[in-house]
């Protein structure tokens, strides 16, 4: 079983962007939820109309919050917004992807899942 490491995406496959972890969610948030569904076990994908992150044991995460917040709220890319305007959910896999475009998601990533798992 392999559990989530939230730094471990953002280290191997945003490597310019660990320092400023927020620009990830500034238009690759949906790429950072989809490798971290990809990668380990027991993700759920969850979005909504401007931000794409996971919930794993609990706990919701996105590149700015590598150790997990119990809350949505506490997402930084949330906070700004009244949440029941925004309507988060989990999302199935094909949910997710109709939402953030196929090309979008798959575009590099059959190369980092063979790359990861070499």
Not at 36 to 50: G, P, R, V
Not at 54 to 81: M, Q, R, T, W
Not at 98 to 107: N, V
Request: aromatic share 16%.
């Amino acid at each position: 079983m392999k559990r989530l490491n939230a730094n471990l995406i953002t280290n191997t496959f945003f490597p310019e962007y660990v320092e400023r972890p927020y620009i990830i969610n500034c238009g690759l948030c949906f790429e950072w939820a989809y490798i971290a569904y990809m990668l380990f076990d027991d993700i759920e994908l969850w979005s909504n109309k401007n931000h794409a992150f996971i919930k794993y044991n609990g706990k919701f995460y996105d590149s700015e919050s590598p150790e997990g917040v119990c809350d949505l709220e506490i997402l930084n890319c949330n906070a700004s917004f009244d949440l029941k305007y925004l309507d988060s959910k989990a999302q199935r896999l094909s949910e997710f992807v109709e939402q953030w475009g196929k090309r979008s998601l798959l575009r590099k990533n059959k190369c980092i899942i063979n790359y990861i798992w070499k």
